[in-house]
């Protein structure tokens, strides 16, 4: 994680398939902590811009994620709302808010209305929205009347 936060990207990808490879062999696939070295390999590669490759790891993390623990737990919401951004990243920007009003609402509804992940998914999707909207608005031809 640290050279994650480092931006040492290639290192980190190294550690973070190594550390997948054990656990998989050991915990086996669908285990949590499994889950957790997937979610942060596919972190890596939408760092990178390897936008495929995230959004491959991405819905089988948030997938399994919600089959094994369930798709209320946060680690769930957290595979939800990383997979969302690989979304706005592509600049999928309808999917990616749709996602991350999906993950804010659920999370309202578990973690409550002043959780701080709650808050951070209503301020990202917020700030997606209005950015959505300007940009269409950038695009509709203006008329001119009589």
């Known amino acids: 994680m640290a050279l994650l936060s480092d931006g040492r ?24 902590d499994m889950l957790t070295s997937m979610a942060n390999l596919a972190s890596t590669y ?13 819905v089988q993390v948030m997938e399994t994620s919600s089959r094994v623990i369930g798709e209320e737990h946060p680690r769930t919401l957290m595979a939800m709302g990383n997979l969302a951004f690989t979304f706005k990243s592509q600049s999928r920007n309808d999917e990616a808010i749709l996602l991350m009003e999906t993950c804010f609402q659920l999370r309202k509804r578990i973690l409550g209305d002043r959780h701080p992940e709650t808050e951070s998914s209503l301020e990202t999707l917020t700030g997606w929205q209005l950015e959505n909207m300007e940009c269409r608005s950038c695009v509709i031809p203006k008329y001119r009347l009589g």
Request: aromatic share 8%; proline share 3%; charged share 40%.
């Open 46 to 58: 939408r760092n990178q811009g390897r936008w495929k490759e995230a959004e491959e790891l991405g």
């Open 9 to 32: 990207y290639n290192e980190a990808e190294e550690l973070f398939v190594q550390m997948m490879e054990t656990r998989e062999r050991v915990l086996g696939e669908e285990h949590p």
